[in-house]
């Protein structure tokens, strides 16, 4: 079963900045792509970031520009750096994976880190 855990969210004022990680079971090779998604209340989870297996990014409108997704497969992780933070990126973070096997599509899910932008 694999595990993904975030960690890095927290209370941070507007226009600070915060970098959140997502530590992997396994190495993130293994997976076709690896995202940040966020969830604000009363608000559809969205996709913000995603970086596939052979590097290639991109990112919601909202966040191009101030926020960065990278690896570090030595450690099995994917990192969100995220600046200029604004009350509108308040949300719950979470990192998703997934991969395929056998024709079969495998999505993963870490349990999601509160991220809090004070104006």
């Known amino acids: 079963q694999v595990q993904l855990v975030e960690s890095g969210g927290g209370l941070v004022q507007a226009g600070g900045s915060l970098r959140l990680s997502c530590a992997a079971s396994?190495?993130?090779?293994?997976?076709?792509?690896m995202d940040w998604y966020r969830q604000a209340p009363g608000k559809q989870r969205e996709l913000v970031a995603r970086?596939?297996?052979?590097?290639?990014?991109n990112y919601a409108d909202s966040v191009m520009g101030r926020f960065s997704i990278s690896t570090d497969v030595a450690k099995n992780t994917v990192y969100l750096q995220m600046s200029s933070l604004q009350p509108e990126d308040t949300a719950v973070y979470y990192c998703?994976?997934?991969?395929?096997?056998?024709?079969?599509?495998?999505?993963?899910w870490g349990q999601g880190t509160q991220v809090t932008v004070s104006s």
């Open positions: 998703h994976a997934n991969s395929v096997y056998s024709s079969s599509w495998y999505d993963y």
């Open positions: 396994r190495s993130i090779f293994s997976f076709n792509t």
């Open positions: 970086i596939t297996s052979g590097g290639s990014t």
